[in-house]
């Protein structure tokens, strides 16, 4: 499927835009920013011509003195990125630059493991690190609040869901406790799920309709947990910035350019009804 660059580089003007929404529940910052941001050379270290952020070097490229929203996190966030995943492509990076004081990305993973487990696992206290997948013994936002009361560092796998139930049997999982998403709405991601997914044990059609990108997974934990510790709502919904900003151009190009839609739709598999 076409990554999102094809869409937001797309000639549309600002004004042929059609409202989007699918976000209004959220309290996020203006996306006027976004809107006039030029194409630019990344001022990171690979040279290469971005617009908004560079995956890569994890870096804003906005106009002079603009600025990324700055999201405060409840834990810190540490993302281990598979090297199947494409940074540009992988909404992880949306995490770590929006909240760049809180989250982190190890990639690529599991290579990155023992420099991971050096800085962060080894040594720490007993629960204080703990690992957001589900099972049966994971811990909703309120048990982590009630049951890990020291809990710093919470470990998310940016890996497909195939991949990731491999990944797990890495060792420096094996003692972790493990936490869990609260029920919410369905994700608005505008990938699919990849065919061998589909088919795999893990990958029942309920499992399809429960699934969300990384950074829907992060603003729905840190948002719960948020809350059981008695914190307002929408704390943390910048989060979702760039992603609510980035469906509205990719949801303009299914509604209004017929010829790329009919491409979305043969690919998709009607998983883009939601968006
Ligand atoms: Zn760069």
């Not at 076409?2 to 003007?13: H, L, R």
Request: aromatic fraction near 8%; charge should be neutral.
């Amino acid at each position: 499927m076409a990554g999102p660059d094809e869409f937001v580089e797309s000639s549309t003007t600002e004004e042929q835009l059609t409202e989007d929404n699918s976000f209004q529940n959220l309290s996020l910052s203006p996306h006027d920013v976004l809107k006039k941001a030029p194409r630019t050379t990344c001022t990171g270290t690979c040279g290469k011509k971005r617009r908004y952020y560079c995956a890569e070097c994890l870096v804003p490229l906005l106009p002079t003195l603009e600025q990324f929203p700055s999201v405060e996190l409840p834990v810190q966030i540490h993302i281990l990125q598979s090297y199947a995943e494409v940074p540009q492509r992988s909404t992880a990076q949306h995490v770590a630059l929006l909240a760049p004081d809180y989250a982190h990305i190890w990639r690529p993973f599991p290579e990155c493991v023992p420099e991971f487990e050096q800085r962060v696992t080894k040594g720490a206290k007993t629960g204080t690190v703990a690992l957001l997948f589900p099972g049966d013994e994971a811990l909703s936002p309120e048990q982590a609040v009630a049951q890990l009361p020291n809990l710093e560092h919470v470990i998310v796998l940016d890996a497909s869901w195939t991949k990731s139930t491999v990944l797990l049997c890495e060792p420096i999982f094996k003692e972790l406790p493990r936490l869990t998403l609260p029920a919410g709405a369905r994700s608005r991601f505008w990938r699919y799920a990849p065919k061998r997914s589909e088919q795999s044990e893990f990958f029942s059609p309920d499992k399809v309709e429960s699934l969300v990108s990384t950074v829907e997974a992060v603003h729905r934990f840190c948002e719960a947990y948020n809350i059981a510790l008695g914190k307002s709502s929408g704390l943390c919904d910048n989060l979702l910035w760039l992603f609510a900003f980035l469906h509205g151009r990719v949801k303009n190009v299914y509604d209004n350019a017929p010829q790329k839609r009919r491409r979305l739709m043969s690919k998709s598999k009607g998983m883009l009804d939601h968006l």
